[in-house]
């Protein structure tokens, strides 16, 4: 019996579009989604846990994972490595499970390079005054940085033509039932189907 | 305020694989979904209700209607002609309803070349046995008939590639629940969340 490959999901969105409130409920609710955690030569910080909020690597290994092509994007940032494992994202999907990609803008953008049949969902805030709130709400930023935080925000807005799907986070039930949506619908492609079909008897192919 | 445009969904599939099945309870749920109820030149018959199974309208009248351009498609059939008149369609997603077309092949075709961004569905059955297990199982056809039937649904399956989504109908409730996830994945695509995004101030265009 053939099954479906899983589909890789990626996902962007400035900072304070609640990213993070929508992918862990979907994920607790859909056993079958896996989440890809980046590594980086970064230091561990108090609140890191090493393999959940990254996979902590020194420098030589990130270098000998880019050399042997075992990153699907990586990029440097402030002097760290930061990467997206290959091996993780190919065994999960060819096990049928969805994985969830958390990416920058750029890091999206490389990844349907390489992955073509990715889904790109954009997270969008519902309005700019709403993200300045949100931003600005965090309490513990000094203007300049909600400043430096805005104009990100704004360039990475500039970028959502390139993405296959727009989640507007006005309502989180409302975004998760949205997410939800694309998976379901992703799956009966005809394009993603034919394997399947052509199982089934219902599509002929060589 | 913007309001989002209406999807045009048209959906095909052979006779026995449970369209109605499926467009019916989904429709209950969906007030804000509307049904396009094809013309026809021939007879009504004892179970046709006028403006619900057809709308029976004479020969003149549809050849004028043809000539004005009024119908998205049209075909004749046994010296009778079916077609799909175009205001309820361009009226309905003006005002926001999602309408649906439950259309042969063809009628489908030809509808993507008036309205490329439609929506294409096909539902298919489980498997050729199923097929005709369900062609079969009607009861009052002849085995000419049924042959025909079996033949005639193996030509559609043949045009299944031309379709966006195949929803293969094991389980209504799944099928529905598919149908349900199309529609609402289709609203968060980009290309169709432009006027609105632009509209919250998230993208700048002319």
């Not at 589909?7 to 929508?22: A, D, E, F, H, R």
């Not at 079958?32 to 990254?54: A, F, H, M, Q």
């Not at 890091?107 to 992955?115: D, F, P, Q, S």
Request: aromatic fraction near 8%; proline fraction near 5%; hydrophobic fraction near 35%.
């Amino acid at each position: 019996m053939v099954h479906q490959k899983g589909l890789v999901l990626v996902i962007s969105g400035p900072s304070g579009t609640g990213k993070g409130s929508i992918i862990k409920p979907y994920m607790k609710e859909n056993p079958l989604c896996r989440y890809s955690v980046s590594i980086t030569t970064r230091k561990p910080r108090s609140e890191d846990k090493n393999g959940i909020t990254y996979h902590f690597k020194a420098k030589e290994e990130v270098e000998e994972l880019i050399r042997d092509d075992g990153l699907l994007e990586w990029d440097s940032y402030c002097g760290n490595y930061y990467g997206t494992p290959s091996k993780f994202v190919y065994d999960s999907i060819a096990e049928g499970y969805d994985c969830i990609l958390e990416l920058t803008v750029p890091g999206a953008l490389n990844i349907r390079k390489k992955i073509p049949e990715c889904v790109m969902i954009f997270i969008a805030p519902p309005s700019i005054d709403e993200l300045q709130r949100r931003i600005v709400g965090r309490g513990t930023e000094d203007p300049h940085t909600i400043e430096k935080r805005m104009s990100k925000s704004m360039n990475e807005l500039e970028m959502i033509k390139h993405y296959d799907y727009v989640i507007v986070n006005r309502d989180v039930n409302v975004a998760i039932s949205e997410l939800s949506a694309i998976v379901q619908a992703e799956k009966v492609k005809y394009e993603r189907s034919r394997e399947v079909l052509n199982e089934l008897g219902l599509i002929q192919e060589e």
